[in-house]
């Protein structure tokens, strides 16, 4: 069982930066993979970035490769992501979620637990 608690969303113009953070609660976080998903209004979820339990393995969608890092500290229960060069495509409500398993994920479907959501918001 984990609890996840998203924070860092906020009004950024376009070009700008962000860094969202999760906090996991529970003492076997380490044993989850973790990922960042996203809903735009009007729209389904969408992966954004996924890594592994070990942090060596990360793993990114297409329109976010390159300008958003995904990044883990598995003492202090936190994962994070950090979104650079923002664009007004990229406003929506992101989402923290875990999944108890070995590998890596950008299927909403295989994660277990989710936060609650964090709203970022790209001006042009």
């Known amino acids: 069982q984990v609890q996840l608690v998203e924070s860092g969303g906020r009004l950024v113009q376009a070009g700008g930066s962000l860094r969202l953070s999760c906090t996991a609660s529970?003492?076997?976080?380490?044993?989850?993979?973790m990922g960042w998903f996203r809903q735009a209004p009007g729209k389904e979820r969408e992966f954004v970035a996924a890594i592994r339990r070990s942090g060596d393995n990360t793993y990114y969608a297409d329109s976010v490769k390159g300008r958003f890092t995904i990044s883990r500290d598995n003492a202090k229960n936190m994962v994070y992501l950090q979104m650079n060069s923002l664009k007004p495509e990229d406003t929506a409500v992101y989402y923290c979620?875990?999944?108890?398993?070995?590998?890596?994920?950008?299927?909403?479907?295989?994660?277990?637990?989710w936060g609650q959501g964090t709203q970022v918001t790209v001006s042009s």
């Open positions: 979620a875990a999944v108890n398993s070995p590998g890596i994920s950008n299927d909403v479907n295989d994660y277990d637990y």
């Open positions: 529970g003492r076997t976080f380490s044993r989850f993979a």
